[in-house]
């Protein structure tokens, strides 16, 4: 496998399309970070629009750093998607494939270079896109702030997740004959995964984080109403809207919750990764991953009023990223190797004579 492995990386070398979304790797990242400069320079007033002196706030450098490193999650997996069932398609549709076993490669050895193959292709253009990220945030004085080192360790739990996207479109390459087929199942995944992501995303509360939400609700409620500030029939109607199960979402919550947990469908959303160009409510990297802003917020709006440091250290409520690296960094690789494994099983009863 090693020599077909060499032959490989020397024809996807040669390869137009991969120089080509190299080379977006190399440019798209610094025309972000001189967009990002620009944006907090400009100045409008009523003499017209001008430029000033770069001030940003220290969470503010480390949250565009972040934004700008991490970018390439959403931005990738078209790309991906175009260029294994592409590249891979074209050897299927010109017999390339029939005669490697021919000259007596087997089936194992053929899938298993062009998937290793396509796997590392992802990561060369990840890490292009991180590197000349991080030289566009220097050139354009914005940072980099990498957090001491940390954030690296996010993004590369980001490339181990995209992986799992490379190992599904190599099995969809080598599934069918005729490359079109593989590259429209690809692109309407890469469509629809944002609004899947999305969904579970916000069923990724777990019910010892929602069960703690009511728990300092009927605390707080109980207080309010010794206090005088509710009466014992606001404090009952309180009570009701405050549960664990309308924090978490309702019934939809056993339907997703599952998904969110067995897949990496939550990352975008428990890693607080906005799109290229795309600023969140609050620029602040998150530290820590929590639930509490989102609790005091929600009680707030129902007119429970509790300081989000109530929620912190209650069960289930905050965890340190890197345990939930190393959460998806597990799911991934269960994924990748289930995807692969399922690929093969398909390409191996595959008609290609």
Not at 205 to 215: T, V
Not at 240 to 254: F, L, N, P, Q, V
Not at 295 to 322: C, M, R
């Amino acid at each position: 496998m090693g020599k077909l492995l060499r032959f490989e990386f020397k024809r996807i070398r040669m390869n137009l399309f991969f120089w080509i979304i190299t080379a977006y790797c190399i440019v798209w990242p610094i025309f972000v970070a001189g967009f990002y400069r620009l944006m907090f320079t400009l100045k409008i007033t009523d003499s017209g629009i001008s430029f000033g002196e770069l001030v940003m706030s220290g969470d503010e450098k480390r949250y565009i750093t972040w934004l700008i490193l991490s970018a390439f999650f959403a931005e990738m997996p078209k790309f991906m998607a175009l260029f294994t069932c592409l590249y891979i398609g074209k050897d299927t549709s010109d017999g390339f494939v029939r005669n490697k076993i021919i000259a007596g490669h087997s089936r194992l050895s053929i899938f298993m270079t062009n998937n290793i193959a396509q796997s590392l292709v992802t990561v060369f253009w990840c890490f292009v896109y991180v590197c000349f990220g991080a030289l566009g945030l220097k050139l354009t004085g914005i940072g980099p702030d990498i957090n001491g080192g940390e954030m690296f360790i996010r993004v590369a739990t980001a490339v181990v997740v995209l992986l799992v996207m490379s190992a599904l479109f190599t099995s969809l390459a080598m599934a069918f004959r005729n490359r079109a087929l593989p590259v429209v199942l690809s692109i309407l995944f890469t469509m629809i995964i944002g609004t899947v992501t999305m969904a579970v995303g916000m069923f990724n509360m777990p019910k010892a984080a929602a069960d703690s939400y009511e728990k300092v609700c009927v605390e707080t409620i109980e207080h309010n109403v010794s206090e005088g500030i509710y009466t014992e029939a606001e404090g009952a109607a309180l009570k009701k809207m405050h549960t664990s199960e309308s924090i978490r979402g309702g019934k939809a919550w056993y339907v997703f919750h599952p998904v969110y947990q067995a897949t990496t469908a939550g990352f975008q959303s428990d890693f607080a990764m906005p799109n290229a160009l795309g600023l969140g409510a609050e620029m602040r990297y998150p530290e820590k991953f929590s639930f509490s802003d989102n609790l005091a917020q929600s009680a707030a709006l129902g007119n429970i009023f509790t300081d989000k440091e109530n929620f912190d250290n209650q069960p289930g409520v905050t965890t340190s990223y890197g345990s939930k690296c190393l959460e998806y960094v597990l799911k991934s690789v269960i994924w990748y190797a289930v995807v692969t494994v399922a690929g093969f099983a398909v390409f191996r009863k595959k008609d290609l004579f």
